[in-house]
């Protein structure tokens, strides 16, 4: 999603831009995701929920620069949780979100019932002490997206290779001067290493080193059905939401829980899960299990930018990078082609990690 959002805005604005995919597009964690596009409530410090809220507003800017190709549900989302200590956390950052100008509004008891029955009528949603509804945000087909990108960077002249493996870079006076793929030799002014998990490996090959740490997440898609869910839905112990083909998504974690396996055992235990809230989710329509690797950089903050020891190596490596792909678009071809360093990417750049022991570069 990186890749491609960062091909189109340097096509866009001028650039000749080669993809080198060694898979297909979208086929890393991607095509795995939840595909939200939020600033909610674990979105702070407030630098980091205003940079998610940008990347809200970037993909409202996409949608029309791509006429309509390229569609973002913005049913918002809903939260909700019984009486108790989750509760209290949402009540707490729904008010913090509020004061930020999050567009979310917390309701409570009966309200907040009467509330979740009116947007969700196909949920059960159990007891209910709090629920907050965030109008802002939307949700996307992530790997429909990218390819709407990839096809419209190609429409303003960008090449995207696939299967192209980058196996080695070249390096002259401490630049990037080339990428080696089994099908030849790619010349370069500048690169940009948006590998998701891959990152650090391929940065690695020109002595840059990305703290990245493992981050696994199950999700399961159903056949398409009826309409169920409107909203993004975060029950206490599921999330789901619909994709506009019928195709329902779920999981249970947003990170940091150990995870097992994608197998169909756990696939039909996640449905078990979601049909708790969902009770019209026939355990029969699952049809996929996913594992995806989150790209979480080790303090959990998006890494983006040029490497200070490879100065025209651009890296871009973040988890939340649905949400934040369009701003990212934008931002990475400012930075390259206007030689500018944008403001509000200062707490993100590879260099915090410089620390003892931690070294940013390899060599
Ligand atoms: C379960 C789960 C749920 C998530 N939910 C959300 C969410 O709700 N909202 C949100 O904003 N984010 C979410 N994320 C995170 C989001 O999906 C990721 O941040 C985003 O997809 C990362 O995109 P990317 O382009 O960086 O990486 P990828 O999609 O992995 O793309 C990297 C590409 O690089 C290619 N590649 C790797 N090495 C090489 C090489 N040597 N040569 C050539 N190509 C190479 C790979 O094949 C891959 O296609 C979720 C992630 C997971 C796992």
């Known amino acids: 999603m990186l890749g491609a959002s960062i091909a189109y ?5 001028g650039a000749r ?12 964690t991607t095509s795995r995701s939840f595909a939200w596009i939020n600033a909610t409530f674990s979105k702070e410090p407030r630098a980091y929920f205003d940079l998610n809220m940008q990347g809200i507003a970037h993909w409202h800017r996409l949608e029309e620069e791509l006429a309509g190709e390229l569609k973002v549900d913005w049913s918002g989302s809903v939260e909700w949780h019984p009486p108790g200590e989750a509760a209290e956390a949402l009540r707490k950052a729904a008010q913090r979100h509020q004061e930020w100008g999050h567009a979310s509004a917390a309701t409570e008891g009966a309200a907040a019932q009467q509330e979740l029955t009116q947007r969700l009528p196909h949920v059960t949603p ?11 945000e939307g949700a996307v087909d992530a790997v429909q997206a990218v390819a709407v990108l990839l096809d419209h960077a190609q429409r303003f002249g960008a090449q995207v290779e696939f299967p192209s493996q980058v196996t080695s870079l070249q390096l002259d006076h401490g630049r990037v001067c080339g990428v080696v793929t ?14 998701g998990i891959d990152t650090p490996a391929v940065a690695a090959m020109a002595g840059v080193a990305v703290p990245l740490k493992d981050a696994p997440g199950v ?6 059905l009826p ?9 206490p112990k599921a999330h789901f939401r619909q994709y506009a083909d019928g195709r329902v998504v779920a999981g249970v974690d947003f990170g940091g829980s150990e995870v097992p396996d994608a197998t169909f055992d756990y696939g039909r235990e996640l449905m078990a899960r979601a049909a708790e809230y969902l009770p019209a989710l026939p355990g029969a329509a699952l049809a996929t299990v996913s594992r995806g690797q989150r790209v979480m950089p080790l303090d959990e903050y998006p890494i983006v930018g040029f490497a200070a020891a490879r100065p025209n190596l651009y890296v871009a490596a973040m988890h939340s990078g649905i949400t934040l792909a369009a701003l990212m678009g934008h931002s990475a071809a400012t930075e390259i082609l206007e030689g500018v360093r ?13 620390t003892a022991g931690q070294p940013a570069t390899l060599c």
Do not use: M
């Open 182 to 195: 089994p099908n030849g030799e790619v010349a370069c002014d500048a690169l940009v290493v948006a590998c």
């Open 9 to 13: 805005h340097l096509a866009r604005r």
């Open 126 to 136: 159990g007891e209910v002490q709090i629920a907050a509804y965030s109008s802002q």
């Open 342 to 354: 944008l403001d509000y990417l200062a707490p993100y750049r590879l260099e915090r990690f410089q």
């Open 17 to 28: 831009v080669t993809v080198l995919e060694k898979e297909r597009p979208a086929a890393g």
């Open 227 to 235: 309409p169920l869910t409107g909203p993004v839905t975060l029950a």
């Open 219 to 224: 999700l399961i898609h159903s056949t398409p």
